[in-house]
């Protein structure tokens, strides 16, 4: 069974977004489950990639930036 949820978020900040988009996607991998994530522009998708591995020191997140 696909799911597919949306979220709005109240700043436009790219650095923001980013913040809460990796909390939820740790989230996510910690249930066992699989996220994709698309972003529309290339530059949120290279901010991703990078907070993806750094947004927390004890976290890890395999991903895979294309």
Not at 43 to 57: P, V
Request: aromatic letters at 16%.
């Amino acid at each position: 069974m696909t799911r597919v949820d949306f979220y709005l978020l109240n700043s436009e900040k790219h650095r923001d977004q980013a913040l809460f988009v990796c909390k939820l996607t740790e989230k996510i991998y910690k249930s066992g489950l699989s996220v994709f994530i698309f972003t529309g522009a290339s530059d949120m998708g290279e901010t991703l990639n990078k907070q993806l591995w750094t947004f927390r020191d004890v976290s890890f997140i395999p991903h895979s930036y294309q």
